[in-house]
């Protein structure tokens, strides 16, 4: 079992940056791929990007590749997401979880967090 905790969302201004962190706990971040996904309201939770258990390997959605990367510290049990460049279409509930492999499918994942709210203005 593995528990995950999202943070560092908030209100931007279109084109300005956050950094959402995603942290661990039960289990060493490390022995999991890691996932981001987001929900906007209206809409099917839709995949973000995606992480191997070192770090090597990352997916991403192809239309938020130039703005979005993300990275993970297993000394730290923790996961972020740097968004740049933001828009309003951003706006969304962003969730981390924990799969054995990387993946674009949210079936994949085991393990969730409970979601940290972003909102981008216009």
């Known amino acids: 079992q593995v528990q995950l905790v999202e943070s560092g969302g908030g209100l931007v201004q279109a084109g300005g940056s956050l950094r959402l962190s995603c942290a661990a706990s039960?289990?060493?971040?490390?022995?999991?791929?890691m996932g981001w996904f987001r929900q906007a309201p209206g809409k099917e939770r839709e995949f973000v990007a995606s992480?191997?258990?070192?770090?090597?390997?990352?997916l991403y959605d192809d239309s938020l590749k130039g703005r979005f990367a993300v990275s993970r510290d297993n000394a730290k049990n923790t996961m972020y997401l740097q968004m740049n460049n933001l828009e309003p279409e951003d706006t969304a509930v962003y969730y981390c979880?924990?799969?054995?492999?990387?993946?674009?499918?949210?079936?994949?994942?085991?393990?969730w967090g409970q979601g940290t709210q972003v909102t981008v203005s216009s």
């Open positions: 979880a924990a799969a054995p492999r990387t993946s674009r499918m949210y079936r994949a994942y085991d393990y």
């Open positions: 992480i191997s258990r070192s770090g090597l390997d990352t």
């Open positions: 039960g289990r060493a971040v490390s022995v999991y791929s």
